[in-house]
């Protein structure tokens, strides 16, 4: 049933594959506003056929200056406008946080409908720990940046999460098996299509599956949080070898402590040993 709109922002999740998991609000909400912002006309346009709508686009995307905003600023102070993504919820990793928060600042009513999230999805397939997680982005594209990142972020008492590309999965295992050994990686694909896939692994042994069978599609990567591994799972003696190639004893001690979340002073007796 059509309800008449207020004016304002509505901010709308679409599907990242299934057409079928939109919501009923979403599509009564798409329905009754005067235009939709979006970051790619051509692949909203194809959702809104799908859905049977004709509606104002208006490009909304990483590319939007400020002359851009204001006029949906003033827009939607007149008519109900949505913001939506080209796939999952927007502001998840996609543009439009600037347009909510001036909104917002400006006394425009904005309302948020939930809806599918790649990240959530993943998160839920993985079966690591789930009591507490952390969306962190895209994983940098150059390698150093990349591994800084995940040495940031390696000591939260966490599950990470990641969004990356088929063509960097490789790298990103690789700075993984570097930065955070030992830990359970989950990459999830294609999600809620017909062809999805989570597996879990070892960053190495999903390295080599991914080498045999080359991904496509847009990837969400699960890592396990520090401490979540068992002793046996770990090659201690080897992490420490690899530390004590470039470090003293009580700094690879340490090291390895952050990475994996054992005990400091058990490593640091066990590096004098192999020292």
Same mark, same amino acid.
Request: charged share 25%; glycine share 8%.
């Given at each position: 049933?059509?309800?008449?709109?207020?004016?304002?922002?509505?901010?709308?999740?679409?599907?990242?594959?299934?057409?079928?998991?939109?919501?009923?609000?979403?599509?009564?909400?798409?329905?009754?506003?005067?235009?939709?912002?979006?970051?790619?006309?051509?692949?909203?346009?194809?959702?809104?056929?799908?859905?049977?709508?004709?509606?104002?686009?208006?490009?909304?995307?990483?590319?939007?200056?400020?002359?851009?905003?204001?006029?949906?600023?003033?827009?939607?102070?007149?008519?109900?406008?949505?913001?939506?993504?080209?796939?999952?919820?927007?502001?998840?990793?996609?543009?439009?946080?600037? #347009?909510?928060?001036? =909104?917002?600042? $400006?006394?425009?009513?904005?309302?948020?409908?939930?809806?599918?999230? &790649? +990240?959530? !999805? @993943?998160?839920?397939?993985?079966?690591?720990?789930?009591?507490?997680?952390?969306?962190?982005?895209?994983?940098?594209?150059?390698?150093?940046?990349?591994?800084?990142?995940?040495?940031?972020?390696?000591?939260?008492?966490?599950?990470?999460?990641?969004?990356?590309?088929?063509?960097?999965?490789?790298?990103?295992?690789?700075?993984?098996?570097?930065?955070?050994?030992?830990?359970?990686?989950?990459?999830?694909?294609?999600?809620?299509?017909?062809?999805?896939?989570?597996?879990?692994?070892?960053?190495?042994?999903?390295?080599?599956?991914?080498?045999?069978?080359?991904?496509?599609g847009e990837?969400?990567?699960?890592?396990?949080?520090?401490?979540?591994a068992s002793?046996?799972? #770990?090659?201690?003696? =080897?992490?420490? $070898?690899?530390?004590?190639?470039?470090?003293?004893?009580?700094?690879? &001690? +340490?090291? !390895? @402590?952050?990475?994996?979340?054992?005990?400091?002073?058990?490593l640091y007796?066990?590096?004098?040993?192999?020292?």
């Amino acid at each position: 049933m059509e309800h008449t709109l207020s004016p304002g922002l509505y901010i709308v999740a679409t599907p990242i594959g299934n057409l079928g998991d939109i919501t009923l609000r979403a599509v009564d909400t798409l329905r009754g506003v005067s235009a939709v912002a979006c970051e790619d006309t051509r692949v909203t346009g194809k959702l809104l056929h799908h859905l049977g709508l004709k509606k104002r686009l208006i490009r909304y995307d990483d590319h939007a200056g400020e002359g851009d905003r204001e006029r949906l600023l003033t827009l939607m102070e007149a008519e109900p406008v949505a913001l939506v993504s080209d796939a999952g919820t927007p502001l998840i990793s996609d543009p439009g946080y600037r #347009l909510v928060r001036t =909104a917002r600042e $400006r006394g425009i009513v904005v309302t948020s409908l939930p809806g599918p999230n &790649a +990240a959530v !999805v @993943a998160m839920t397939l993985s079966g690591l720990p789930n009591d507490r997680f952390l969306f962190a982005g895209f994983l940098p594209n150059k390698a150093k940046a990349r591994e800084d990142v995940l040495g940031e972020l390696r000591n939260i008492p966490a599950t990470l999460i990641f969004y990356e590309t088929a063509p960097r999965l490789d790298a990103a295992l690789a700075a993984i098996d570097k930065v955070l050994p030992g830990r359970e990686v989950a990459v999830a694909r294609e999600l809620t299509k017909k062809f999805e896939e989570c597996r879990s692994g070892s960053p190495q042994e999903l390295a080599q599956h991914y080498a045999a069978h080359p991904p496509k599609g847009e990837i969400v990567l699960v890592i396990a949080p520090p401490g979540s591994a068992s002793v046996e799972d #770990l090659d201690v003696d =080897a992490l420490l $070898r690899e530390a004590l190639s470039e470090a003293k004893a009580s700094q690879a &001690a +340490a090291a !390895v @402590a952050r990475a994996t979340g054992l005990d400091r002073k058990t490593l640091y007796a066990r590096a004098l040993e192999l020292k």
